[in-house]
């Protein structure tokens, strides 16, 4: 079995986790920092918006079971990707949308998703601000974020209820 990565930032990475998780071909879903100029950031580094990092997440998938075009369809139904500056209550650049592509076909299909996207009137005139940027080096956060939505769900329902889930009903019935 040969699995490939994808790495998507889409607002604060305990609400980007869960979606991916149970998603058959998925091998792990870790929450991470990527895009930035500062090696090994914290947490608070990163909340302090000086890093350059996103918050992210990296997913290890099997290419035979789910292809990298239905990772970037799911991820588009988790983010307003007519949003550049956060995600829902999470704002600042640490919370921008972006998809990091590890190659071009990777770029290729991310594009392409986008193009489609936009086409398809789903957001109106809303332009589709994603940025699809090449992958820099991923750094795992602390252990207390990983699996959050699991290990807290209560705080993780308090996230979620900050308008994600409101928009996701709203544009793909969810």
């Known amino acids: 079995m040969s699995l490939e990565t994808a790495i998507f930032a889409g607002g604060c990475f305990w609400c980007m986790v869960q979606p991916f998780d149970t998603y058959p071909g998925i091998e792990k879903v870790e929450s991470g ?8 950031p914290t947490y608070e580094q990163v909340c302090s918006g000086t ?6 997440v990296r997913i290890t998938f099997d290419p035979a079971k789910v292809s990298y075009e239905k990772l970037v369809e799911i991820y588009w139904h988790q983010t307003d990707p007519t949003d550049a500056s956060g995600q829902f209550q999470d704002r600042g650049d640490s919370y ?11 770029r290729r299909i991310a594009e392409a998703s986008k193009q489609a996207l936009q086409a398809s009137g789903e957001f109106g005139d809303a332009k589709i601000v994603t940025q699809i940027e090449d992958a820099k080096p991923f750094y795992l956060a602390e252990d207390y974020h990983q699996d959050f939505y699991k290990k807290n769900p209560a705080r993780y329902a308090i ?4 308008g994600r889930a409101q928009f996701l009903e709203k544009h793909w019935g969810k």
């Not at 920092?33 to 090696?39: L, S």
């Not at 996230?159 to 900050?162: I, K």
């Open 96 to 106: 921008r949308p972006v998809i990091y592509v590890q190659d071009e076909e990777q």
């Open 159 to 162: 996230e979620e209820m900050g």
């Open 33 to 40: 920092y990527t895009g930035g100029h500062v090696p090994n």
């Open 51 to 56: 890093t350059g990092h996103t918050e992210a």
